[in-house]
């Protein structure tokens, strides 16, 4: 790669491009508000990233962004991209699945089990999104939801070769485990 040096020339040029993009920047964000959007919008027959024209690959772009700023700790930044996208993308499961695994990640268990329950009511086949429910419901101490979840993993995953149905079997048999325990110190308390 050779340099280039900035000349008058170069610098006016490159002025010039940035300010006819500027200039057709807010005419194309709103090209998609037409009176039949708008109205398409009103009616719940497009969300709010349709309205604004967002494409599915942008959407998905961004999420990858979420994902990737979460890999390097940058938890505040992935969840504004990943509130974000659930706000412009309300009905797509994996935003909100998104959020709440990056929401666990923060220790924001509440947020989180709101994101599953909604990726869940979209796509009840998810089986990452049950065991990541199920942990939590462990976690605040609520076995049977936490077997519901567990249970509902499994059962999408009768071969068990999906790592989650994986954990999900793993930590039924934990959870057996601490149980018997538990029953067993109780009997022999009582003894």
């Known amino acids: 790669m050779t340099d280039t040096p900035m000349t008058d020339a170069t610098i006016s040029d490159a002025t010039a491009q940035t300010e006819a993009a500027d200039a057709q920047a807010p005419a194309a964000l709103f090209d998609s508000f037409t009176p039949e959007n ?14 604004l024209g967002l494409r599915a690959e942008e959407a998905y772009g961004i999420a990858q962004m979420a994902y990737n700023l979460a890999e390097n700790g940058k938890l505040e930044d992935a969840a504004a991209l990943a509130e974000g996208l659930v706000t412009l993308v309300p009905e797509d499961p994996y935003f909100h699945a998104l959020a709440a695994s990056i929401y666990i990640r923060q220790e924001r268990l509440e947020e989180a089990l709101v994101e599953l329950d909604h990726a869940l009511a979209r796509r009840d086949d998810d089986i990452d999104s049950y065991v990541n429910r199920g942990e939590i419901h462990l976690h605040q101490g609520d076995l049977e939801a936490a077997l519901s979840d567990f249970r509902a993993a499994i059962d999408l995953d009768p071969g068990g070769e999906h790592p989650m149905g994986q954990r999900a079997r793993m930590l039924v048999a934990v959870a057996k485990v601490v149980f018997d325990g538990v029953v067993e110190h109780r009997r022999q308390a009582g003894a």
Request: without cysteine; negative net charge; glycine residues 22%.
């Open 38 to 51: 708008v109205g398409a919008f009103a009616n719940g027959e497009l969300n709010f990233g349709q309205l």
